[in-house]
Every structure is written in structure tokens, then in C-alpha cells.
């Protein structure tokens, strides 16, 4: 639901809203916030709350380190888990510039930019993500062993399945935040589990992602646990992916709803895929990441089908609404603004020079032979080759700051 500024100052008067967290990110993705009291709330939206971004990994040095959080207005949302007396609200915020130009490490703005675009070359985005997590024991003293929750497999129940209780609560809270969760299940890690949420704009889908791990970890330290989107928590166990799956509606119809796959979605396709690499360092951006690409059905070479899960990219067999690409190689560590404005840039692109799309590889590549796979583009092998891949990058240049890309080479 949209709302504006009148109308949030007049709900927080009137449902007993006595704390207000403005939530805003890092480059990297991690959740940062400052609380203000409810009649703050309205010198926040017009100048904003001033913050010192030296000390956030990969802003500002601290010879020019203020910047001003400017909460939006959309974003209100209650948070269950605090106390319905005496409520505790949250916005997501922009990051502003002193003179109120935008702040060139926001990722969020960098995202809304990607929108807007999309918007004008008249396509609609639909974001709809499947996210993986494990839950940990904790010790003694509540911090996080390396003891997984359960020794559970693919979609085990209980007993086997001791996080069900865990998730079901994850997934009440999101519906009281107006997430709407579509299935959730344990996954094949020890302590593993994955929820997938009901495709969303593009704006929203970013701003679902970030709410979903505060949620999960949240709800997690509520049950004694810790939970971990790390790309690789348990050494030779399976990853904590981040699947992708996106929908261009143009003129209200979903172009990849086609009994033959149109041409636009094809250039769509063909963007990411020239792209990826010199894009993954964001989408997989921790040396760890680099040990789950090609392991546990995460993918390793720069491929698509329509249908084969160990495809970089696939098309699902779905219909109407559902109808989609699935875009496999990102790992939940990720900054989800960051991610989600690469990918469709880089599709956008596609679309624009009307790239052309390399045939599907449709036999199963965790099994393929070197004759059938050496032919084949890899994605990055290492934390090291896909940096150097993204500071080459013209595209990613277009994109972003060199300062933001260079933060990514101390995120390891």
C-alpha cells in the first residue's frame, strides 16, 4: 500500500506508534538503523537524519562523512515481534548527499533507477525470490555454534524436521508485514531450509529480501537459534543459494507466457548471460561463494535451458503469471538491491541491442563429459578472478562508483 507523508504522520498519532527504527543498508547488504521518536518523524522526511558514514564499511572516508537517512514514506510497516503496546514501526530510507542529491553508494536508489528504466522502455519487472538459510544451536551463552539445528534432508518433516515450528513462524511474521510467503520447506543441508516468496515489483521484491533476513534471524535468536545466509556455512554440505526468478510484463502481459519464446525474451536473457560475469562478484561476493558454483546443483558454466536445474539460467514449466526465467547462481549473501539492479540492467541491455541468445544446453551438465562441456563459458572460478572481471567491466562502470566497487574487494 502506498502511502504519503500526511498520511504515515497521521497513522503513527493515531496507533500508538512510540518508536520508529529507519532502516537503511550498506554497500554490502547488511541492514544498519537509527532510531528516532515519533515526533521526529516529520523533520526526518523533510531533511532527513544525519548519520556518520565513515563509520560504515564502504561509504565515506571521514574527511567527508555526513550523510542524511530520508525515510519513504511506502515502507511503513509495524514489527510484530515488538510490543502492540506502545508500537515500534520501521521505514527503509534513502541515503541523501547534505545538499539532498542522491547518495552514490545507495544501493536502494541505484534499484528505483533500475525501475524507472525499465519503466520507460515499457516493461513492468516481477520479482518472485526462493531464499536458503541454515539455523545453528547455540551455546550456553546464546552465541551460534557450528551445530546445525537438525540432521534433516529435502523436504524431511518432523521429528527429522525440527526448524518446521521455526518456519511456520518466519512465515506468520512476513504475513503480518504483508510478505506473502508461497511455499517454505527443509532443504538438503543439515539445518537447512528455504522459503520462496510470491513474485512482487521490483522495488518491493528488493525491499522483501532485506525485511526476510531480519525476520529469519530474528525469529530465529526468539527460539534459541542463529541462523546463517553464509554461501557455504557447513564445509561440504550444500550452499545457501538465492534463486531469481523474474517476469517482464509488457502492455499488462507477461512476454515469457508464449508457447514459443519471444524475441524480447530472448535479448532479455541473452543481457544476463553476457553480463554475468563481470557481475558475479556482486551476486556472489564472498571468497566462500566461489565453493558452492558448480556443487549441489548450483550452477557452474554460463548456460540456459528450458527447463534443466543445472542451468545457469532455465525456464520453468509453468503458465500464465508464472511464467518465467530463473536465474540460479546468486548466493543469499548478497546485497539484494545491488543484485536485483545488475541482473535486470544487464537484460535491459539486452533488450536494447537485441543481443542474440546462445542455444540451450539441455543435457545435465553435473553429469556432462569434458567433450560436452569444454566449449563452454565457466563462471568465475574464485572471489579474486571475478573482482578483476567487475573492475575491467564497461558495464559495470556505467553502473557504479569505483569507489563501491573497490569496497568489494575488503568484503572476504
Same mark, same amino acid.
Given at each position: 500500500m502506498a502511502y504519503t507523508e500526511t498520511e504515515v504522520l497521521q497513522y503513527i498519532e493515531e496507533n500508538d506508534v512510540k518508536f520508529i527504527k529507519l532502516f537503511f543498508t550498506d554497500v554490502f547488504g547488511t541492514v544498519k538503523s537509527i532510531s528516532i521518536q515519533p515526533g521526529e518523524l516529520q523533520k526526518a522526511f523533510a531533511t532527513g537524519i544525519s548519520f556518520d558514514a565513515s563509520a560504515i564499511k564502504g561509504f565515506l572516508e571521514a574527511d567527508n562523512s555526513d550523510l542524511f537517512i530520508v525515510p519513504d514514506p511506502d515502507t511503513l510497516c509495524v514489527l510484530p515481534w515488538r510490543p502492540q503496546m506502545g508500537r515500534v514501526v520501521r521505514f527503509f530510507c534513502d541515503i541523501k548527499n547534505a545538499d539532498g542529491t542522491p547518495f552514490i553508494g545507495d544501493t536502494r536508489y541505484l534499484l528505483r533507477q533500475t525501475a524507472e528504466k525499465a519503466a520507460q522502455l515499457g516493461y513492468e519487472i516481477d520479482i518472485g525470490t526462493e531464499c536458503e538459510f541454515y539455523l545453528f544451536q547455540n551455546d550456553v551463552n546464546g552465541n551460534a555454534t557450528s551445530i546445525p539445528q537438525d540432521e534433516a534432508g529435502y523436504c524431511d518433516l518432523a521429528p527429522l524436521d525440527k526448524g518446521e515450528n521455526v518456519r511456520r513462524d518466519i512465515c506468520l511474521t512476513l504475513k503480518q508485514m504483508n510478505i506473502e510467503p508461497e511455499k517454505s520447506h527443509h532443504e538438503s543441508g543439515p539445518g537447512q531450509h528455504e522459503i520462496d516468496f510470491k513474485y512482487d515489483s521490483l522495488m518491493t521484491a528488493g525491499d522483501n529480501l532485506v525485511t526476510f533476513k531480519t525476520v529469519v534471524s530474528t525469529i530465529a535468536v526468539r527460539n534459541g537459534l542463529s541462523a546463517s545466509f553464509d554461501p557455504v556455512p557447513v564445509p561440504d554440505k550444500p550452499g545457501n543459494g538465492l534463486h531469481i526468478n523474474i517476469s517482464?510484463?509488457?502492455?499488462?502481459?507477461?512476454?515469457?507466457?508464449?508457447?514459443?519464446? *519471444? /524475441?524480447?525474451?530472448?535479448?532479455?536473457?541473452?543481457?544476463?548471460?553476457?553480463?554475468?560475469? &563481470?557481475?558475479?562478484?556482486?551476486?556472489?561476493?564472498?571468497?566462500?561463494?566461489?565453493?558452492?558454483?558448480?556443487?549441489? &546443483?548450483?550452477?557452474?558454466?554460463?548456460?540456459?535451458?528450458?527447463?534443466?536445474?543445472?542451468?545457469?539460467?532455465?525456464?520453468?514449466?509453468?503458465?500464465?503469471?508464472?511464467?518465467?526465467?530463473?536465474?540460479?547462481? *546468486? /548466493?543469499?549473501?548478497?546485497? *539484494?538491491?545491488?543484485?536485483?539492479?545488475?541482473?535486470?540492467?544487464?537484460?535491459?541491455?539486452?533488450?536494447?541491442?537485441?543481443?542474440?541468445?546462445?542455444?540451450?544446453? /539441455?543435457?545435465?551438465?553435473?553429469?556432462?563429459?569434458?567433450? &560436452?562441456?569444454?566449449?563452454?563459458?565457466?563462471? *568465475?572460478?574464485?572471489?579474486?578472478?571475478?573482482?578483476?572481471?567487475a573492475k575491467k567491466s564497461d558495464f559495470i562502470a556505467s553502473l557504479l562508483s569505483s569507489d563501491l566497487i573497490n569496497a568489494f574487494a575488503t568484503n572476504v
Open positions: 517482464l510484463k509488457k502492455n499488462g502481459h507477461n512476454i515469457f507466457d508464449n508457447p514459443v519464446l *519471444p /524475441d524480447e525474451a530472448k535479448y532479455f536473457i541473452a543481457g544476463i548471460m553476457k553480463y554475468i560475469r &563481470e557481475m558475479t562478484v556482486f551476486l556472489n561476493p564472498k571468497k566462500d561463494s566461489y565453493t558452492r558454483l558448480g556443487r549441489f &546443483e548450483a550452477p557452474k558454466y554460463v548456460t540456459w535451458s528450458t527447463h534443466n536445474r543445472s542451468q545457469l539460467i532455465r525456464i520453468p514449466s509453468e503458465s500464465g503469471e508464472r511464467k518465467r526465467l530463473e536465474l540460479r547462481s *546468486p /548466493d543469499a549473501s548478497c546485497n *539484494p538491491y545491488l543484485g536485483l539492479a545488475l541482473i535486470i540492467n544487464a537484460g535491459l541491455v539486452g533488450i536494447q541491442n537485441k543481443l542474440p541468445l546462445d542455444k540451450a544446453v /539441455d543435457c545435465n551438465l553435473y553429469k556432462a563429459s569434458e567433450a &560436452e562441456t569444454k566449449n563452454l563459458q565457466q563462471l *568465475p572460478a574464485s572471489f579474486a578472478e571475478a573482482l578483476e572481471l
